[in-house]
């Protein structure tokens, strides 16, 4: 049975994120870029006592996230495989400067390499483009939070490398948080009634509502929401929804047709949230490669 080496359970502990579920999640991975088989093409041209070390260097400038998790890539891969982290998750990354080191067998350090960049590039690339729009609106007051349009499977991990770009995460599940949507508002009669059915049955939980008109607002202000999701609304909406919650203490997310051009004016409304789906659906992965040295 593998398990994972010190230094790369220490690394996920200090990213707050779980081992078991890394693990199952890098063993399905691994199994299915073997298939059952054998790295034929490592095991055809590599001597099998051949050692040599892989350094994982960004190949462009972005944002780092996923060490530990490519860490655990070679754990389940490299019997003995000695790590030597070089960059930290949440740092921007050198291109040409290695982030990770790994020494070990060359034949089962090229089995690992696809896997492993796999799931460091896409969480580098969701760390990066977070840190754009962060960027973005900073000084405004604004935070970028992400959506449940995550990859299935890996919703833990790219929320994770949204927080090492600066974002900030929304629910992680549908029951930590309720958000009444236009579907919840059609089937329960209306947004007030949408409202009053989740705080009756669920009086503990936070409840946001989505609203696309002024008057929705208001209806949920009264109401008690704690917090008013703005669907498609001009700055000039916003800023007057907004003037309408915060004397109530009610907080605000911007979503819907938001771009990295029209952050900054939308984040100038007040608005406390702008709700980014592209952060984990959309980011295009941080290019990184092994770059392989070996002992002969």
Known sequence: MTTLSAATRASLASAGLDEAYVLDLVRRAVAEDLAGGVDVTSAATVPADLRGVAAFVPRAAGVVAGTGVAMAVLDVVVPGVAH????VDGVEAVPGTPVLEAEGPVRDLLTAERTALNLLCHL????TLTRAWVDAVAGTGAAIRDTRKTTPGLRALEK?????????????SLSD?????????VAAGGVREAFAAVRTAFPGLAVEVEC???EQVREVIEAGADLVLLDNMGPDLLRECVALCRPRGVLTEASGALTL????????TGVDFLAIGALTHSA?????GVDLRTDS
């Open 284 to 288: 295009p992965v941080l290019d990184l």
């Open 177 to 185: 948080a309720a958000l009444v949507k236009d579907n919840h508002v």
């Open 212 to 214: 696309d008109t002024v």
């Open 124 to 127: 580098s690339g969701v760390a």
């Open 160 to 172: 994770y490398a949204v927080r090492c770009g600066g974002g900030t995460n929304h629910r992680m």
């Open 261 to 268: 051009a029209t952050a900054r004016e939308v984040a100038r």
């Open 84 to 87: 030597r982290m070089v960059g």
